[in-house]
């Protein structure tokens, strides 16, 4: 099922539902995935950030982390996108 076809479905179940107690556990399930930021042209969604950055965090301490210089940072930059 293409991405349109399952909103429209959604949509219409959607709209087919009275009960009070559904709609507001649907409205919060949707607000509770807030999109943060966009990669590659997919959404990058919060929980899925904040589980992303709390496994860097424990990287980071349990010294497993590989960590880069700015100039690092920089230098693979300008390399992958042929700007140096």
């Known amino acids: ?8 479905s959604l949509a219409q179940k959607i709209l087919g539902i009275s009960d009070d107690l559904l ?8 607000e509770s995935e807030n999109i943060v930021g966009y990669a590659k042209g997919k959404p990058i969604y919060e929980s899925q950030y904040i589980k992303e950055m709390n496994k860097s965090i424990m990287a980071i301490k349990n010294g497993t982390a590989t ?9 693979n930059i300008l390399n992958e996108n042929n700007l140096g």
Request: aromatic content about 4%; proline content about 0%; charged content about 30%.
């Open 1 to 8: 099922m293409s991405t349109e076809t399952l909103k429209i």
């Open 23 to 30: 709609l507001n556990k649907l409205k919060t399930l949707i």
């Open 67 to 75: 960590l880069y210089t700015t100039k690092e940072v920089r230098n």
